[in-house]
């Protein structure tokens, strides 16, 4: 029998929020928002394929079909309750040399910006990679620091989220969703 597999070769970022009184609706009313509801989602984990495009939104949107079974790394969190922050972001570390593959980190947290909750999440991805690559560095320096030794490293060109954050109302689930979504 044939060996078959799937490896990506385009991805694109995109978020979305939910508001329902039920937590269920209010994850479909975040992938609608997302503009990925029409999806069999099946989430991976944290590898982004050698030589994967990264598409605007709008292009990687435009390929996808209902009902289509579709690949993503996706961080999703919710509250219900009155004023809390709630947030996810998935990040990604894209290595210089683009033959190499890249990390993918999802991150959720309550009480986090989207400046804190997406440097978090490009920290994750970029340490990862770092540590694949045999950059040497220091993991209890600051992340602005590490950021500067990965980049003059050579090895990884850059780093990207897409953080989502919301605030909570009471009696009402609010939900956030951050994807990478993956297609052939």
């Known amino acids: 029998m044939q060996h078959m597999s799937f490896v990506p070769t385009k991805a ?6 939910g508001r329902h009184k039920n937590k269920l609706q209010s ?5 609608r928002d997302a503009g990925i509801e029409k999806l069999n989602l099946v989430y991976v984990s944290s590898i982004c394929p050698p ?17 289509q079974i579709t690949f993503c790394v996706m961080a999703r969190n919710a509250t219900d ?12 570390a894209f290595p210089a040399d683009k033959g190499n593959y890249g990390y993918i980190s999802e991150h959720t947290t309550f009480g986090a910006d989207e400046q804190e909750i997406g ?19 220091d993991p209890e320096t600051a992340y602005d620091e590490r950021r500067q ?3 003059m490293s050579g090895k990884i060109v850059d780093s990207a989220s897409k953080p989502c954050v919301t605030t909570g109302q009471a ?4 939900t956030t969703i951050s994807a990478v979504v993956f297609l052939p």
């Open 12 to 17: 694109f970022f995109t978020k979305g929020i």
């Open 27 to 31: 994850f479909e009313l975040a992938l």
């Open 51 to 67: 030589n994967c495009t990264i598409l605007p939104l709008e292009e990687g949107v435009k390929q996808l079909s209902p009902g």
């Open 81 to 92: 309750e009155k004023n809390r922050m709630v947030g996810s972001a998935v990040g990604m």
């Open 119 to 137: 440097d978090f999440a490009e920290d994750l991805a970029s340490t990862m990679l770092a540590t694949t690559l045999g950059i040497d560095f």
């Open 149 to 151: 030794i990965y980049l």
């Open 171 to 174: 009696g009402v689930w609010s």
